[in-house]
């Protein structure tokens, strides 16, 4: 042990970081108060993932199929895309990325990529039959049983037309085979390197609450196969639980660049395969200025050893700089090895070789001999690391963020709220469960806090925009839904001037109703940190003029139609922000309450929970449009397990296997929602309720 933790330290200092990061020396971060965060879409629905545009523009997804536009000079956010997609459990639309090229060339590369789910005809709950959830795959039966739960996560691109993504012009480039009906770790990353190779990271898609907070690796002959990752991640010829590398050629087509993990051509083997062994490695990043590809995996959540099954669980942040197997589901890093573990018997054997890993799972489709494990460059799990104490304590929520890229002209006024030469070269890390930055140095291993006063409430994404801020999207604290604290943000450095942009807030009394419709509009909450004396401009139905000019307004919408309010704020010295509030004239959004269960109500995981919802609607209401999503609460976010339909039904609850009833805050969370057709042309609307239920003990 003493020999391990010697070799682990040398490890954190030596390795760490890349040697190409810039030599920050001894001297201290600028202060937090030098930065500023402002807001740009604080209604962003469930946010997935963003991509910052070349004009600084933003696009983000929502998990339930939107991709938002947000436009700085307008302050408006514009609905640019909605996909039909599949949404149990946790698939629906992930990732979003940016050609390498867009913008740029003759015929200006407008292509923008996406990863999501689409529906198919996996089968869903039907509402005719409120005890049965026809949605949910069994977890045991025959292969036969398991045969209509068979889907894909398909990777494609589409043309940005002005504000608006063209379903029409959509190119499928790549499918990834998944199990649904059954959770969990189906997201996906998208980012490319400076030759234009296209790197996708996929989760396991195993479901991890059968098998104590341990390693997945259930072979019996009648268990679902979504409960063994061997059949994903330690298989060399399936795409799940794998870093992807792909070149993208016309059409959609693509090729696979040299220097994978595997030739094309090595038999039991796919030649996209990168990086394989991971478990949910949500977000990666890559410095185009070195090709170091930044992957970040979360773990399991045991949260202590055992030496019958294996380690706590443990987060991991790697630089992927070569073709490498990462252990899961046979270690958790190099040196952290799970103990074979026999599901029929519940006996235990020998602990994995990581050294020498073998998949002799029957569901392995692959090579049976694996590489080599590769070590992290960083590790930790729910107590304090030994190699990374500034890490600190709680969740295990890992994410891989960007490395800055400082561009000199900035400091000459070119972007006035680009970060400073400080961070240049230097990664960053995010931790979405623990709700900090940290930026991880080069120099002996030097791991420091990234704006500490600033709040990152369980952030998403980060992203450096072409004018050198960071944007950031904003989770929340809750669960599949809108939070209230959900946003896209950026963070300004503005040291460079010391003037701080005003940050404009608006609402109104209503978003939605019919004509005449009377909104009273509000600034509160519109600050500037310099205490400058503030002008109001409002435009209320986007016609280019200006309506009010009062910080708080009142206006008659006399047409039916979709409005986006508009304000802008500007302060003494010229420095001006516009946000905008949607109005739907000639729509009112429909109100959903979860009449049964009720909040607070004691129940056991394992019982069937019946529930109600009601809904009212200016348009008639189709139950079968009513969901309800069970999820399992842990601490302040949660894992869904299954999807009801219909106003009425039962749900089967589940047991927390890997979680401790008494140290993981769960909660039983049934969240139901509604959306209507639209009419008029005017988009849908939602309605939401969520209860919280406390389990007995």
């Known amino acids: 042990m003493r020999a391990r933790t010697a070799i682990a330290a040398v490890s954190a200092a030596a390795i760490l970081m890349p040697a190409t990061a810039h030599a920050t020396g001894t001297a201290a971060p600028p202060p937090d108060d030098l930065f500023q965060k402002v807001t740009l879409n604080d209604h962003p629905g469930e946010p997935i993932d963003l991509a910052v545009l070349p004009d600084s523009r933003v696009l983000h997804t929502t998990r339930g199929g939107e991709v938002w536009l947000h436009d700085p000079k307008t302050g408006l956010n514009t609905l640019a895309a909605r996909l039909e997609v599949y949404e149990h459990d946790e698939e629906g639309l992930q990732s979003i990325a940016l050609s390498p090229g867009f913008g740029q060339g003759p015929k200006r590369d407008d292509w923008v990529y996406l990863y999501?789910?689409?529906?198919?005809?996996?089968?869903?709950?039907?509402?005719?039959?409120?005890?049965?959830?026809e949605g949910d795959a069994p977890f045991t039966g025959t292969p036969a049983d398991f045969a209509p739960f068979k889907g894909l996560i398909r990777l494609s691109r589409f043309r940005l037309t002005g504000a608006t993504l063209d379903p029409r012009t959509e190119q499928r480039i790549l499918d990834v085979p998944v199990d649904r009906g059954i959770c969990c770790h189906v997201g996906g990353d998208i980012v490319f390197d400076a030759a234009g190779d296209l790197y996708l990271s996929t989760g396991d898609d195993t479901n991890p609450f059968q098998s104590d907070g341990y390693t997945p690796i259930d072979e019996r002959a009648d268990r679902n196969p979504a409960f063994d990752a061997q059949r994903s991640s330690g298989n060399t010829a399936d795409l799940r639980g794998k870093i992807l590398r792909i070149r993208v050629g016309a059409n959609g087509t693509y090729t696979i660049p040299p220097g994978n993990l595997f030739p094309p051509g090595t038999?039991?083997?796919?030649?996209?395969?990168?990086?394989?062994?991971?478990?949910?490695?949500?977000?990666?990043?890559?410095?185009?200025?070195?090709?170091?590809?930044?992957v970040a995996d979360y773990?399991?959540?045991?949260?202590?050893?055992?030496?019958?099954?294996?380690?706590?669980?443990?987060?991991?942040?790697?630089?992927?700089?070569?073709?490498?197997?990462?252990?899961?589901?046979?270690?958790?890093?190099?040196?952290?090895?799970?103990?074979?573990?026999?599901?029929a018997t519940g006996a235990s054997g020998a602990a994995f070789d990581c050294a020498r890993p073998v998949n002799e799972s029957p569901h392995n489709t692959g090579r049976r001999e694996l590489p080599a494990v590769v070590q992290p460059e960083v590790w930790y799990s729910y107590g304090a690391s030994p190699e990374f104490p500034?890490?600190?304590?709680?969740?295990?929520?890992?994410?891989?963020?960007?490395?800055?890229?400082?561009?000199?002209?900035?400091?000459?006024?070119?972007?006035?709220?680009?970060?400073?030469?400080?961070?240049?070269?230097?990664?960053?890390?995010?931790?979405?469960t623990r709700d900090y930055v940290k930026a991880f140095h080069d120099e002996a291993g030097r791991i420091e806090a990234v704006l500490p006063s600033i709040v990152f409430d369980n952030p998403m994404d980060l992203e450096f925009g072409p004018d050198g801020a960071l944007y950031v999207l904003e989770y929340g604290d809750g669960f599949f839904s809108e939070n209230p604290d959900a946003q896209l943000a950026r963070i300004d450095y503005i040291g460079h001037n010391g003037d701080h942009t005003p940050v404009p807030a608006a609402a109104?009394?209503?978003?939605?109703?019919?004509?005449?419709?009377?909104?009273?509009?509000?600034s509160a909450g519109t600050t500037d940190a310099d205490g400058d004396r503030l002008r109001y401009a409002w435009d209320f139905d986007a016609d280019g003029k200006v309506d009010a000019r009062t910080p708080e307004a009142t206006f008659t919408y006399a047409r039916n139609g979709l409005y986006h309010a508009t304000l802008r704020v500007s302060d003494s010295g010229g420095l001006s922000a516009a946000t905008s509030v949607r109005i739907v004239v000639g729509n009112a959004a429909p109100v959903v309450e979860l009449v049964e269960p009720v909040a607070g109500q004691p129940f056991s995981f394992g019982d069937a929970v019946p529930f109600e919802v009601r809904v009212t609607d200016d348009q008639p209401v189709d139950c079968a449009n009513v969901t309800v999503t069970y999820v399992l609460g842990h601490d302040d976010h949660g894992h869904p397990q299954t999807t009801a339909r219909g106003c009425t039904g039962v749900i089967q609850t589940t047991e927390p296997g890997g979680h401790d009833p008494d140290t993981d805050r769960l909660t039983g969370v049934f969240a139901a929602a509604y959306t209507d057709p639209g009419t008029g042309g005017l988009p849908p609307l939602t309605g939401t309720d969520e209860v919280v239920l406390q389990p007995t003990r």
């Open 390 to 432: 500034q890490l600190g304590t709680g969740g295990i929520g890992p994410m891989a963020g960007p490395a800055y890229d400082f561009d000199a002209r900035d400091t000459r006024g070119r972007a006035p709220v680009a970060w400073p030469e400080y961070y240049d070269g230097v990664p960053l890390f995010y931790e979405w």
């Open 299 to 343: 773990s399991p959540d045991a949260r202590n050893a055992n030496p019958l099954r294996g380690p706590a669980g443990t987060g991991k942040w790697m630089i992927v700089r070569r073709p490498g197997n990462y252990g899961w589901p046979y270690c958790a890093t190099a040196r952290l090895p799970y103990v074979d573990f026999d599901f």
């Open 267 to 294: 038999r039991d083997t796919r030649p996209e395969i990168y990086a394989m062994g991971l478990r949910n490695p949500f977000r990666i990043e890559l410095d185009r200025s070195t090709g170091d590809l930044y």
């Open 508 to 522: 109104a009394s209503v978003t939605a109703g019919h004509a005449p419709l009377t909104v009273a509009f509000t």
């Open 116 to 133: 999501y789910s689409p529906p198919l005809d996996t089968p869903v709950d039907d509402p005719a039959t409120p005890d049965v959830n």
